[in-house]
């Protein structure tokens, strides 16, 4: 083989090795941000504690106001998984943006994806 071929073959070679690298690492960046997706419904619902059973007369307007709003952030967490059997499985109905999901299947579904994910991330 000349050495001009061969040249040219290698360079060949490099590119083709920098595409590679190219793709590997916009995969991990995708996998990365779908974990981040999960992991943000994790850091929420941590931080809303468990949920307290109350007397409807005792709630006042402005815990029915912070529920619908911690709902509704819930939701915005949920619809940025991008994952459809999330969404279709949690997906509010009606004219309030209750989401049909336990906190705790929402965490323990969080945090299998998360993990999933984070063990695909750092396989590649």
């Known amino acids: 083989m000349s050495k001009e071929k061969y040249n040219e073959l290698q360079q060949k070679q490099?590119?083709?090795q920098y595409e590679l690298n190219q793709l590997?690492?916009?995969k991990?960046?995708?996998i990365l941000r779908k974990a981040q997706a999960y992991d943000a419904i994790i850091?929420?619902?941590s931080e809303q504690g468990p949920a307290e059973m109350k007397a409807v007369h005792n709630i006042s307007a402005e815990e029915i106001a912070g529920g619908l709003q911690a709902n509704a952030k819930l939701w915005d967490l949920i619809k940025a998984t991008e994952d459809a059997e999330l969404i279709s499985s949690c997906q509010p109905q009606g004219e309030w943006p209750q989401v049909r999901c336990s906190n705790s299947y929402?965490?323990?579904y969080a945090e299998e994806k998360y993990s999933d994910l984070m063990a695909e991330y750092n396989s590649h």
């Open 14 to 16: 490099e590119k083709l």
């Open 28 to 30: 991990r960046a995708e």
């Open 106 to 108: 929402l965490k323990i």
């Open 43 to 45: 850091h929420f619902l």
């Open 24 to 26: 590997t690492e916009q």
